[in-house]
């Protein structure tokens, strides 16, 4: 059988509310008012249990009337007691259980986050036991215990949460340094699923250079010309690539225009939904224009996910006359 700790403090708090009682019955002389006796031992164990277990399996915090029923009956337990016993008794072991009952009722409201009625409770035991017994001779009959027992449980409560605090949030952080180390190594496969992909593509035509030690005819160097930029695109922009778009690529490259690809991480905060709608405007930019060289930037900009350049002349030109296109994709979805 499983036992939390919440289930074995409501035992050992049930266990000393049961055993306080106990000592109240066990009279070794008559009480002058046996009745008012009973009755403040009935009320106490009424309350205190109630302070226990009243909505424990659903909430710690106690409710707010259980708290206030339990700060009014402890004013009410040490007048009954003392009002039932003849004055020459209210010292005996059975008339002052009511100071360790109290101070029990008073550790319940710390542990149940009552922690201003539980002080109250301590309180008015400290004012009745002074009144009824004298402060000195209260403190040499326990008071000095319910008092550091309430104390060390308002310690113990606040060590607690605050240890449940700093263990949810390391909870937090542990889940969200799981979720990034996941993504990265998703990325790191895909990354080199692509670069794999590449080479598939680039290897032949690479080892044929090798062999023929450079001496290839025309078509030969077109396809090592396409090959090595679909290589360097896995590895510059693979964020940027799709079919549609390797394909609107490979068709500028065969028209003889000079194609760069720079991925910034423009792309890394955007969900795959916008990432697919974004490739296939890309490829669609590349398709329904011509220009001799084009530059695609992918960088990290709170607005502008992607941003095509496409020039007149594949040189050095810098005027804006030498820009045929420029268009930008946005992040997020244009609002119309």
């Not at 306080?20 to 009755?39: C, K, N, S, Y």
């Not at 952080?173 to 895909?190: G, L």
């Amino acid at each position: 059988m499983n036992r939390t700790v919440r289930s074995v403090a409501t035992s050992l708090a049930v266990g000393f509310a049961m055993y306080f009682a106990a000592r109240g019955v066990w009279w070794i002389e008559q009480p002058t008012g046996p009745l008012l006796m009973v009755a403040a031992i009935g009320l106490y164990l009424v309350v205190v249990n109630a302070a226990i277990l009243w909505d424990s399996a659903t909430s710690v915090r106690m409710p707010l009337w259980v708290a206030l029923v339990t700060l009014v009956s402890s004013v009410l337990i040490p007048i009954l007691v003392t009002f039932s016993l003849d004055p020459l008794t209210l010292t005996a072991p059975f008339a002052t259980w009511y100071i360790g009952a109290l101070g029990l009722m008073g550790i319940v409201c710390i542990v149940r986050r009552r922690f201003v009625i539980g002080w109250l409770v301590v309180l008015i035991l400290v004012v009745a036991s002074s009144v009824f017994l004298g402060f000195f001779v209260a403190l040499s009959l326990g008071l000095v215990g319910s008092f550091m027992w309430v104390a060390v449980a308002h310690l113990l409560v606040m060590f607690w949460d605050r240890a449940v605090r700093d263990t949810e949030r390391l909870a937090g952080i542990q889940q969200a340094v799981s979720a990034w180390h996941a993504t990265q190594q998703v990325r790191q496969k895909e990354r080199r699923l692509r670069t794999q992909f590449a080479l598939a593509v680039a290897g032949p035509v690479l080892s044929r250079a090798v062999a023929s030690r450079g001496a290839l005819d025309a078509e030969e160097r077109l396809q090592a010309r396409l090959a090595e930029g679909r290589l360097r695109d896995e590895l510059r922009g693979a964020d940027l690539l799709n079919d549609a778009v390797r394909d609107a690529i490979e068709d500028a490259r065969r028209r003889g225009a000079v194609v760069t690809v720079f991925d910034e991480g423009g792309l890394a905060d955007v969900d795959e939904m916008r990432r697919a709608v974004i490739r296939d405007e890309l490829a669609r930019v590349l398709r329904e224009a011509d220009a001799e060289r084009w530059i695609i930037r992918a960088a990290r900009d709170p607005v502008t996910a992607v941003t095509v350049v496409g020039r007149a002349g594949a040189g050095g030109q810098s005027d804006d006359d030498a820009v045929d296109v420029f268009h930008e994709i946005p992040r997020e979805v244009p609002e119309h």
